[in-house]
């Protein structure tokens, strides 16, 4: 990504929303959105910076403590969610054609995304006048108490590319479902369909300054947002790196967050498994989004009764996926997302055969027709690799497989575990008590078996150990943007001894 004048007049201009009112930088800078497909730029977004976030986090903290929105009931909260709803419906080819040309993901993959969104906007649209208090049988006379909820104030949310809009809405649905507002900072990578989708909020009815979007740099728009004394909060998805980085800062202010990080998940083959149900399981667990998706199922674990045939079937089914447009109803694997990212990947190509993993398939930039101007990998696979290579223990965030043998249950549940990540893990089996006790000893957020990279607005999501801080999704997230209050009422007003706790 590089910055260009803002004379180049050949670019589509997208730009930011802050209190309702569409804004260019302070500064007037702006930045190339690429598009991975043809490697080269496709519109221009602000390069947002301190000024801008200052100017965003103003808008949220005047909506949140003297706009109409401090004044709404929770239930009219709900029902403007469900307006915003059946507008995302009806904007879901625009916003998948946005993500699609931003980030180079399959368009049925967006397209499937961008329809699902509207049920996060339902779910906690409908939970808003269901943050119940209650009343507690205090143990002291005379008094009454009664526990409380409240929203935090103003939300910072700060996203990855991957799937842009998908993991803001897990952020946006249940903040403002509590009464919250929010300043998001999307992904300079794919900011777009945030900028399009900010604008449905005006047109929902929402009031100004309760969604305001800056886009730029993290460290010149993310970090500002993190720093700024009136964010209460900040959720996060995105690389450790980053993630780390926020943390710190956030923690010199006692901020709090929720941290949504990286993975190297195991997918778990069985001798008693399904096969061709897994084989099936094992591709879309990373090759499908080219494999950029925190829950990547990066490392196979396959019995040694099953390994040799059952990796003969995955290289010869991945030898059939076809490269190419991410909007041609039959590509299979699309590109990468940025230049960066393609370095990267072939950076840990390189890394694994240096450490001795054997390439099985792929392990190179493609040169299939349509696939040499944009960011392609072929869907590489390595075999015997050992759990303590580099490989097997970093996020790579691209189309590699590393294959990874056991013979027993204890050494696959040893190997599953052994990693600092802890975000998702599946498990092939058809035995029943397998099936019901590898669950719990696996070290994971999200645990599938039979299955793989499932997720629902009902079903909580995040990480154990460094692949994050919290959850999203379901009833408790709600809480994740909510204080606890605590009120006593003296009946009988009057203190015994002042010198003493009551
Ligand atoms: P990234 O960490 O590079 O960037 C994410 C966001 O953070 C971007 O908006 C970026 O501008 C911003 N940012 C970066 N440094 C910052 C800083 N110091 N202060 C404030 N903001 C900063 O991540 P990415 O490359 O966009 O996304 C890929 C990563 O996201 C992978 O590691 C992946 O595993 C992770 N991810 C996690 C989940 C999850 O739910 N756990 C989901 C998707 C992606």
Redesign the pocket.
Known sequence: MTTTPASDAALERFTMVIGSESREAADGRWLETMNPYTGRPWALIPRGGAADIDRAVTAAHEAFTSGPWSRMTASDRGLLMYRLAELIAANAERLADLEVRDNGKLRVEMLGQMKYLPRWFQYYGGLADKIEGSVTPIDKPNMFHYVTHEPLGVVGA??????PLL?TVWKLAPAMAAGNTVVV?????ASVSMLALARLFDEAGFPPGVVNVVTG???EA??P??EHPLVARIA????????R??YEAAARQFKRVLL????KSPNIVFDDADLDAAVKGVISGIFAAGGQ??MAGSRLLLHAAIHDRFLEALVARMREARLGDPNAADTDVGPVATEQQLAKVLDYIAIAEAEGARCVLGGRRSSRPGCTEGWFVEPTIFADVRNDMRVARE?V?GPILSVIRFETEEEAIAIANDTPFG?AAGVWTRDLARAMTMPKRLRAGTVWINAYRVVSFLAP?G?FKE??IGRENGQAAIMEYLETKSVFINARPGVANPFTLQ
Do not use: D, Q, R, Y
């Not at 700060?158 to 799937?163: E, G």
């Not at 900072?185 to 990578?189: C, F, L």
């Open positions: 700060i996203t990855p590319w991957n799937s993991l900072k999307p992904s300079e990578h740099l993290g460290p993310g970090e947002l993190v996060f998805t995105g690389g450790n790196p980053g993630g980085k926020i949504e990080l990286g993975g998706t925190c996020e965030f975000l999501f990480g692949s994050g």
